[in-house]
T-cell receptor, first 113, second 112 residues
Framework: GESVGLHLPTLSVQEGDNSIINCAYS??????FIWYKQESGKGPQFIID?????DKRQGQRVTVLLNKTVKHLSLQIAATQPGDSAVYFC????????????FGTGTQLKVEL | EAQVTQNPRYLITVTGKKLTVTCSQN?????MSWYRQDPGLGLRQIYY???????DKGDVPEGYKVSRKEKRNFPLILESPSPNQTSLYFC???????????FGQGTRLTVV
C-alpha cells in the first residue's frame, strides 16, 4: 500500500528577502523561549532566546517576537542567505530548572537563489 | 574546542541486545540531557541530569536508563532495545547561567 510520511511545514524564500518563521507554544509557565537551527546531519544549534517578560529581542540579522496573549513566537531573519537553509525549532524552557526544553515540531526553511 | 561528543554515530542492533550510547562534554556543564528526534515529532526529552548523581525523567523515558557518575559523561542505556526505539538521538549540555544548550552530532540507531 501507499505510505505517507510526516512532512515538515516548509517556508521557501528568495535569497535576500526576509523570512518569518512562526511557532505556537502551550505552557504559560515557561520562563524562556528559544530558537534553534538544525542543518542536515548536525545537531541543533542555539540562535537566540527571549525571556518571558520581554516582547522583542534582536540579534545579528535575527529578531524574535513573543506574543504572550496568543502564545505565539516568531523568528525573523533579515536578508536571508543560502546558509540559512535548515530546520528551525522553537523551544520552551520549563521554569523548574535543569534547562528542560520542550521543542516544537520544526519548520524547514528553503532559500532559493 | 568546546564540544559534546557522542558515540557511536551510527548503530544497527537487534531487538533485546543491550547497548550504550556514550556522551561526553568538555565545558564543565552541570546540566546534560538526552533527546530523541523522530519525523514530525521534533525533539523529545528522554532524561536529564542537573548534576552528578542527579537524574530525572523527561517526557519519554520508557525503555531507557541513564547514569551521571562524572560531570562530563552522561551515557544512555537501552537494556532491551525494541524497534520503536529506532530513532536519531542527541545529547546536550548546558550551564545553569544561560539557556544555550550545546548538542552533539547525533547517534542514528536502528533496532531490527
Amino acid at each position: 500500500g501507499e505510505s505517507v510520511g510526516l512532512h515538515l511545514p516548509t517556508l521557501s524564500v528568495q535569497e535576500g528577502d526576509n523570512s518569518i518563521i512562526n511557532c505556537a507554544y502551550s505552557n504559560s509557565a515557561s520562563d524562556y523561549f528559544i530558537w534553534y537551527k538544525q542543518e542536515s546531519g548536525k545537531g541543533p544549534q542555539f540562535i537566540i532566546d527571549i525571556r518571558s517578560n520581554m516582547d522583542k529581542r534582536q540579534g545579528q540579522r535575527v529578531t524574535v517576537l513573543l506574543n504572550k496573549t496568543v502564545k505565539h513566537l516568531s523568528l525573523q531573519i533579515a536578508a536571508t542567505q543560502p546558509g540559512d537553509s535548515a530546520v528551525y525549532f522553537c523551544a520552551e524552557r520549563g521554569a523548574g530548572g535543569g534547562n528542560k526544553l520542550t521543542f516544537g515540531t520544526g519548520t524547514q526553511l528553503k532559500v532559493e537563489l | 574546542e568546546a564540544q559534546v561528543t557522542q558515540n557511536p554515530r551510527y548503530l544497527i542492533t537487534v531487538t533485546g541486545k543491550k547497548l550504550t550510547v556514550t556522551c561526553s562534554q568538555n565545558m564543565n556543564h552541570e546540566y546534560m540531557s538526552w533527546y530523541r528526534q523522530d519525523p514530525g515529532l521534533g525533539l523529545r526529552q528522554i532524561y536529564y541530569s542537573m548534576n552528578v548523581e542527579v537524574t530525572d525523567k523527561g517526557d519519554v523515558p520508557e525503555g531507557y536508563k541513564v547514569s551521571r557518575k562524572e560531570k562530563r559523561n552522561f551515557p544512555l542505556i537501552l537494556e532491551s532495545p525494541s524497534p520503536n526505539q529506532t530513532s536519531l538521538y542527541f545529547c546536550a549540555s548546558s550551564s545553569p547561567a544561560n539557556t544555550e544548550a550545546f548538542f552533539g552530532q547525533g547517534t542514528r540507531l536502528t533496532v531490527v
